[in-house]
Nanobody, 117 residues
Framework: QVQLVESGGGLVQAGGSLRLSCVIS????????MGWYRQAPGKQRELVAR???????TYADSVKDRFTISRDNAKNTVYLQMHSLKPEDTAIYYC???????????WGQGTQVTVSS
């Protein structure tokens, strides 16, 4: 059984920083792409950032130059460093991973990020 557990969310003032972590545990053969998505109230879930096993990066235009995704393969962990946070970054942030030779997709339970103005 595979579990993704996020941490690091919270309340921060505009301009502040937060670092999200997501640890993947369970029966893992290999972790391929890992990513962060977010969903604000009344909006669809959207991709924030994604990193492949080879290190290829994808960012949403709205977070480029402010957020950085990274991964530690030895720890089965993906991070999202967020700087210069804005109120519009307020959302539930979800960890996502493609695992195994069939690239089965998994989600974490989400962590709330709230940015006050």
């Amino acid at each position: 059984q595979v579990q993704l557990v996020e941490s690091g969310g919270g309340l921060v003032q505009a301009g502040g920083s937060l670092r999200l972590s997501c640890v993947i545990s369970g029966s893992i053969y290999s972790i391929n792409a890992m990513g962060w998505y977010r969903q604000a109230p009344g909006k669809q879930r959207e991709l924030v950032a994604r990193i492949t096993r080879a290190g290829s990066l994808t960012y949403a235009d709205s977070v480029k130059d402010r957020f950085t995704i990274s991964r530690d393969n030895a720890k089965n962990t993906v991070y999202l460093q967020m700087h210069s946070l804005k109120p519009e970054d307020t959302a539930i942030y979800y960890c996502n991973a493609d695992i195994g030779w069939i690239n089965q997709n998994y989600w974490g339970q989400g962590t709330q990020v709230t940015v006050s103005s």
